[in-house]
Nanobody, 124 residues
Framework: QVQLVESGGGLVQAGGSLRLSCAPS????????MGWFRQAPGKEREFVAA????????YYPDSVKGRFTISRDNAKNTVYLQMNSLKPEDTAVYYC?????????????????WGQGTQVTVSS
């Protein structure tokens, strides 16, 4: 079993930056591919970023490409999501996810474990 705890959400003005962190526990972090998803009120959960077990492969949708960066520090058992040039449409609850595979994917159904989520609000 893997427990995921996100942190770093909050309120920021448009154009600002936030960094989210996620610290999995209960399983060897290096064996897990990790992802970030978000869900805004009234909308479906949306893929934001994914990273392979060693950080060698990352994926982003066009909506965040060039603004968001996913990274991981396996020595610290932590995955990060650096969010720059934030827009009001980035407002959502952001979820960290882990899958029992070394391969990063963008499909939420392929992730095995989920955090509780952290709120990100971008004001205009």
């Amino acid at each position: 079993q893997v427990q995921l705890v996100e942190s770093g959400g909050g309120l920021v003005q448009a154009g600002g930056s936030l960094r989210l962190s996620c610290a999995p526990s209960g399983r060897t972090f290096g064996a897990l591919a990790m992802g970030w998803f978000r869900q805004a009120p009234g909308k479906e959960r949306e893929f934001v970023a994914a990273i392979s077990w060693n950080g060698g492969t990352t994926y982003y949708p066009d909506s965040v490409k060039g603004r968001f960066t996913i990274s991981r520090d396996n020595a610290k058992n932590t995955v990060y999501l650096q969010m720059n040039s934030l827009k009001p449409e980035d407002t959502a609850v952001y979820y960290c996810a882990a899958r029992q595979s070394t391969v990063a994917v963008s499909t939420s159904a392929l992730y095995d474990y989920w955090g509780q989520g952290t709120q990100v609000t971008v004001s205009s």
